[in-house]
């Protein structure tokens, strides 16, 4: 059991038979009453985010949450089916429990696969990953306006923006977090 007050960002906990991810928290003194911990926490089961406030006194439970190193073998129709690296073991986990981190994956790519207790809860991506652009139009001549930008598709499927220099076939590299172009490879 820990205090409220011990709250720091990326903690697991359990509470109210949820497990959460506490994104975000910020302790509240108030010049009348007691103090309490407002906190942002993400529920690992659902991926809804909720707002809690807690009084400084409560305890939780600290979840133990176990990273498994796998490989992203391939999709068969909606499972998505993935290696452990030490073992060999194989397991499918269904895209709706992987919707957002699907637009990312390719053959081969090494995650994270977070279990509570032998449930599995979710995909962790690496923070950046390299793909290669399968269609993008051509740069056009003379359009030099600074941070110019052109829509590109990747081989994951994936919409990416990136500078008007990248061509068809090059390997770029994307932020996981939110899709954007970082680099040429």
């Known amino acids: 059991m820990i205090g409220v007050n011990d709250f720091k960002t990326g903690m697991t906990i359990q509470y109210e038979g949820n497990i959460y991810t506490v994104m975000d928290f910020q302790h509240v003194k108030p010049g009348k009453g007691a103090a309490f911990v407002k906190a942002k926490l993400k529920n690992l089961r659902t991926g809804s985010i ?90 056009v001549k003379g359009n030099t306006s600074s941070n110019a930008q052109k829509d590109a598709i990747v081989e994951t499927g994936l919409l990416v923006r990136v500078p008007l220099f990248i061509e068809q076939g090059e390997e770029i590299i994307i932020y996981t977090k939110d899709g954007k172009y970082v680099s040429r490879k």
């Open 50 to 139: 909720i707002e809690n406030t807690f009084n400084s006194s409560v305890k939780v439970e600290k979840a133990r949450i176990e990273k498994s190193p796998m490989q992203f073998l391939y999709a068969d129709g909606d499972t998505y089916n993935f290696m452990n690296m030490e073992t060999f073991d194989q397991i499918g986990i269904d895209k709706s429990k992987i919707e957002e981190e699907v637009k990312f994956l390719k053959e081969n790519l090494t995650v994270d696969i977070m279990f509570f207790e032998g449930e599995m809860l979710g995909v962790i991506l690496p923070e950046k990953i390299d793909v290669v652009v399968t269609k993008t139009e051509p740069a």
